[in-house]
Nanobody
Framework: QVQLVESGGGLVQPGGSLRLSCAAS????????IGWFRQAPGKEREGVSC????????YYLDSVKGRFTLSGDNAQNTVYLQMNSLKPEDTAVYYC????????????????WGQGTQVTVSS
């Protein structure tokens, strides 16, 4: 059974950092791509970053490039999203999701989701 558990969210001031974790079970990162998504109140869920299982390449939403870094630890079966220079517009519930193979940014192409973790950027 595929299961994803996010952690690491919280309240941070603008310019601060957080590291989100997505612990996976029921599959290995060698076979499944992991995507990070976020959803702010009143907005659609959007893709933030993903890591492909086929080649380990990572992809980022333009607005987070240079600030967010995605990495995977296959031994721990966990993916991390390091978020630096956070802005108020990064405030959202962040979700990780998994699917076999490639990592598109469309949330509709993922079947397996975690419960989400709240990130609030505010002074």
């Amino acid at each position: 059974q595929v299961q994803l558990v996010e952690s690491g969210g919280g309240l941070v001031q603008p310019g601060g950092s957080l590291r989100l974790s997505c612990a996976a079970s029921g599959f290995t990162l060698d076979d499944y791509a992991i995507g990070w998504f976020r959803q702010a109140p009143g907005k659609e869920r959007e893709g933030v970053s993903c890591i492909s299982s086929s080649n380990g390449d990572t992809y980022y939403l333009d607005s987070v490039k240079g600030r967010f870094t995605l990495s995977g630890d296959n031994a721990q079966n966990t993916v991390y999203l390091q978020m630096n220079s956070l802005k108020p517009e990064d405030t959202a519930v962040y979700y990780c999701a998994a699917r076999p193979g490639s990592c598109p940014f469309s949330p509709y192409l993922y079947d397996n989701w975690g419960q989400g973790t709240q990130v609030t950027v505010s002074s």
